[in-house]
């Protein structure tokens, strides 16, 4: 269920990954491309500067107390990411802003079920570990609103905060969700969820009328 879980949420990200990278690509290619390799370099720094660059994020069984602290910075920076995500999209327009909202809102679950599933294996009770996935997405909220508005006053920045995204998820998706999710089922099963999830982003891009 965990592999499963990921996978999900790794198709959900690369979907919206794609509908950014469309939306952006329609502008300034450039731009576009310039905020990809920053929105992975921020990525890439984030996780060297946290020591978190080659965490498994799925350790059921991990006793080191740090991980525990270490697993909630993680997904407390990956939610970061994705609120850019969605405050670009918004920016775009508000049909795509939804549908980045609404994919994103719905990869939330997986992710915070992964979250939850090892916290409560290392002792914390249900209802903390519940209320510490939701807390760990706040500042998504927020991020969207910042990056909404900035675009709102500089409209020049958008295709470049539309990169930043394309970047960041991907590059999660590449190192922190499919590497472990590929121990825990069948590569298989793991690339057809990951492509359905992904698949129905796609699909439902084309109906916000972009
Ligand atoms: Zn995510």
């Known amino acids: 269920m965990i592999g499963w879980s990921n996978a999900l949420a790794s198709g ?3 979907g919206v990954a794609y509908a950014l990278m469309i939306s952006g690509l329609d502008g300034s290619a450039m731009s576009v491309g310039g905020g990809a390799l920053l929105g992975v370099f921020i990525v890439y720094v984030t996780h060297a500067l946290t020591g978190t660059a080659d965490l498994d994020l799925n350790r059921l069984d991990e006793k080191a107390e740090k991980y525990g602290y270490q ?6 920076l990956h939610a970061a ?3 850019v995500a969605i405050g670009a999209a918004m920016a775009v327009s508000l049909p795509l802003g939804v549908l980045a909202a609404l ?3 719905v990869h ?3 992710e915070a079920t992964i979250l939850s599933a090892v916290l409560t294996n290392r002792g914390v009770r249900l209802r903390d570990a519940a209320v510490l996935s939701i807390a760990t997405n706040v500042n998504q909220v927020m991020l969207a609103l910042v990056i909404f508005s900035i675009v709102l006053v500089a409209p020049a920045f958008l295709p470049w905060a539309l990169g930043y995204a394309v970047g960041a998820l991907i590059y999660l998706v590449m190192v922190e969700l499919l590497p472990e999710s590929y121990h825990q089922a069948g590569h298989t099963s793991i690339a057809m969820v990951t492509l359905v999830a992904m698949g129905i982003v796609v699909l439902a891009r084309a109906w916000t009328g972009h």
């Not at 697993?71 to 407390?76: E, R, Y």
Request: glycine content about 6%; hydrophobic content about 60%.
């Open 103 to 105: 994919a994103l809102a």
């Open 71 to 76: 697993v909630i910075l993680v997904n407390t």
């Open 81 to 83: 990411h994705e609120g």
């Open 108 to 110: 939330n679950i997986p």
């Open 12 to 14: 959900l990200m690369l």
